[in-house]
């Protein structure tokens, strides 16, 4: 019915991911040794300032990669569109990992920082929040013995928790949070603008990385259903 | 409209009558309140402490808990088959299981607040601001707890599914309701706070209902 | 007598029409399509008895057309198409043990709007009176049963979906169901049920299930 | 005794398979463990200062709701009466029933109390009492509960009868469990509560589970 | 064939005897005496019909005899005396929808002490192979039924006692049980059955659960 629609993905993503991933392993070459060798270290923090290059991109990916899922949900319910579904099932692990990178990097910084590696701050755990919504799509997407009823039934889940997204992103706002407030606010950008090359080289690197290995898990499921179809038909 | 208090009424009914675990909640509040004194010790600075954080924990459990049945039992018998087969719309059905459950477990601790928070050592003058935050709170609770019930309603590992899904939508909730109590009680102003909490409730209210519906007709699939 | 056909004639003399009609309907479950290709329409005071053995989608094609499950393809045609124009009974009977026969009974009746009457005479029509204020689960298994097809006499629902409705009736019941029956279909009503057992009464018409097995292998094959 | 593994067996899978209220247990911990410190809030003194508390009141709670389904998924769809018909003698099955249930709550929480221990601050050296002391407590608990899950079986309002029937029979381990926890923790030696702790055990293992056969053969009349 | 006779036969060469005898029983259930004076006696290679109204004590009686209920007065007489000499199978069938019928089935295998060899035949004999792997609850009600009674041809229980084994099958699944009920009854074994249907094999006795209603007032009068 929709393999048209599937036939097009295939043939974009083709063109699309190779330069993706040229593009991304560019980005990590240049951005990994300005921001950890080559970038100035914090007149307070020295050089555990680092840590951001990897936090703070991972961060945004983590938030970034739920928005994802959750509008590709929102477009699958609503237009019964599977490629919408696909892109939103293949977000949630990438989304996952790069949650778990930031709750990992944050935890590493965190201890020089507050002497602590977690303590139960709104920022902290709305993040937490934002791992296990992400863990609680794809045990749900699987939980069920017909793949569609998971399938719907995750969607559903992933608009419902769409609403941690503000939540995350507001906390340091509405509760005095021991976590840094946004870089980048109405007042300005308020680090040392030596930071921001290495920084967007980061964040470019991994939205890249993002774009490529969606793209290789779609084409993996449109193929599997290809072929699942394919049995079907000869087995009737 | 009336529908819906048929609904309520027959939820309302069964859980009276009924080895319904919605009951259990009154009891599983006295428990409460008599075991966390008896596990945390006797003294006042550390109870008093802690009594809103108890208080609002033992509403999310019992509310996780005893939402796992607020489908699963109708489903059991053939009843919800019967139920999305009737005059009645699946968004009202869910609604009124919604407003029951609420009834049965929101509203007696709301209630049972003010004595709770005695037992639990509690200033006396917290006991306005509790009561407000758990009645703007605990309606979200159950209304964000009937999707996840629903959603997982069809699903293997129910047990374990049930707290991913819901919990995570719950610590929010917890926070700002917390939070309300205890800016009270250091003698601020919290009109922000229960802003927040009745906002959740708007939008949890204005969408739970029609999840949780969607959300049921796959499951029955 | 106040069947569905009484309160039809009431309000506008003439019988409404009633339809069901599936096109080219198709299910699928568990990964494997379970029938295929069947079409079917029914009208005033038609009934049809849906028979097949174990597993050829009897159950599956009467969920469908109540409106639980979903099927693959094809198209299905109710009339009228208002919520409650159906009444379905399923494998369960969905009594609540903990409430008596007469409050499960007031349950229904108020929720598909029957009024009191209603319910006495379905009462009636069952002949449930000697149990009426007993709790569900302290019934027998034909006298849940019968308590469960009571919700059909409330006479509010012109299209009757049954799915095995004289499991653990004795022949005095099953004799009951038969005439609840013929006298909704005589009265303008549809029926539609799946048994194994021959009813009664003779539906005017009868599908067998076995004809529509879609061609894939049973067994292994499926990809749940 | 065969028989005795071939039911422990078939509850552990189903509680692993299922959609049972027995694996919840592991979530109902993580979740305790997430909401208290946010109910209460992050200072680490008073955490560190309910920390045990919190850990058994767990435990009680834990047990408690998930013994509301040790017999009744049975019983609702058949499987007690053929068991109770079945070459195995009730006792047995009622031993199993209970093994499986502390395999699938107790020993969790016990295997997993130092890691919550961490998470609610509790001091590193509390870990050996900790785990000592659920390891002997928590049997005592599914033991005493099996009891009350049988005897509450057929009855009406069993919601709010289990927790009636079983927790007065709760409080003592959980106040000497605490106990031999807190002393322990405060550099005293705690094997006299520990001894006792074990008595329960002892007491509740010989007698609980011949109670429970007679209970559940009077409910399945 | 490795039914109950077979495994009797190879153990001790003749056949060891079996009986199952009641004594003026009597059952009280919900305040209300349910039937009264009933007795009877069945010995190898006999069984027994038994019919009855709805709600004339069917279940009730076998549920006494498997060991379940208590009857009010009565002596009841068992041979042999070990649990596990009577096989049980009651209006609901007891299989856990989360496991598979293989998984379901060898529980009770093992349980009842069943080699596996015999719940290959028990598979055989109900055609189980197709769905030997799929969870028990995307059965049909049907398959579900065969799947819970495939118990019995595991061949451990000499007293068979069945509450309408009938229900929910297609002709072809009655036929196999009732195959599977002259094969353990010709083979040595006692068997009974509550049924509204007539059993596709001859019962040596039948019993009316109408002739032993007691004399008191049905209905209100109950006091529970
Ligand atoms: C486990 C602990 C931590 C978690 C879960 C966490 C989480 C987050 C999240 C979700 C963001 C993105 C916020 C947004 O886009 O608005 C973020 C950004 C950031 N984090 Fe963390 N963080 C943690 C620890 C830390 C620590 C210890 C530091 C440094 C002291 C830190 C510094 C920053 C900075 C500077 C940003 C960029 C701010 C912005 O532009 O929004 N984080 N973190
Ligand atoms: N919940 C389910 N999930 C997956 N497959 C199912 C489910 N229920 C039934 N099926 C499959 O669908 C097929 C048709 O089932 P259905 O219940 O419609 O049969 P039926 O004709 O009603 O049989 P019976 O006479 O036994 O009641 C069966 O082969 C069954 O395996
Ligand atoms: N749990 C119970 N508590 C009290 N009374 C009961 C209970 N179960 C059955 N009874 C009563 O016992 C009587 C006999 O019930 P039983 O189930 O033995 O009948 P039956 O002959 O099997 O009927 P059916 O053909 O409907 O299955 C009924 O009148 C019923 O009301
Ligand atoms: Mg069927
Ligand atoms: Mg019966």
Redesign the interface.
Known sequence: MHLPIQHVFLKLAAIIQPWAAGLCILCFLFGLPIALLFSPPDYQQGDTVRIMYIHVPAAWMGLFCYGVMAAGSASYLIWRHPVANMVAKASAPIGAMFTALCLLTGMLWGEPMWGTPWVWDARLTSMLVLFFLYLGYMALGDAF???EQGDKAAAILALVGSVNLPIIKFSVDWWNSLHQPSIFSMAGVSVDTAMLPPLFLMVGAFQLYYVVVVLMRVRAQVLTAKI?AA??MR?? | MN?FF??VG?DL??SV???ADTVMVAGFFAITVILFPFGIGPEPGVLERVGAGILWVTALLASLLSLDHLFSD?EQ?????????????PTVVVAAKIIAHWLTTGLPLTLLAPVLGITLQMPSSSAAPMMTALLIGTPTLSLIGAVGAALTLGARRRGILMPLVVLPLYIPILIFGVGAIDTTGMGFDAGGLFAVLGGFLLIAAALCPWAAAAALKIA?? | MLGFGMVRAMSDQTQSPVTLGVRDLSAR???RTIFEGLSFELQNSQSMAVV????SGK?TLL?IL?????SETGTIQIDPD???A??????????????TVH?NLR??A????AAEPAVEHAVGRMAL???L??PAD??????RR?AGLA?LALGTASIWILD?PY????????ARIDTLLSTHVESGGIALLAT??APGFTPTQRIDMADYR????????M??
């Open positions: 013995d017909s793949p699942r049995r079907l087995a009737a | 529908t048929i609904l027959r009914r069964l009558r009924h080895r109708d018998d053939g009843a919800l088959d019967l139920l999305l087969t009737s005059p009645a719309a029955s699939e | 479950r568990g990964g097949g053995p174990n597993g159950s969920r109540a409106g639980l499950l979903r208002d919520r409650g159906i009444c379905f009974a399923g494998h369960r009977d969905g009594l609540k043990g903990a409430l409050e349950f229904w108020n929720l598909y709007g009176e000697t149990v204020d007993m302290m019934l027998s298994a034909g006298w019968r919700r095995e499991t653990a009736l004795d022949t005095e019941n099953v194994h057992q879609a061609k894939v292998p049973e067994g292994p094959e990809d749940w």
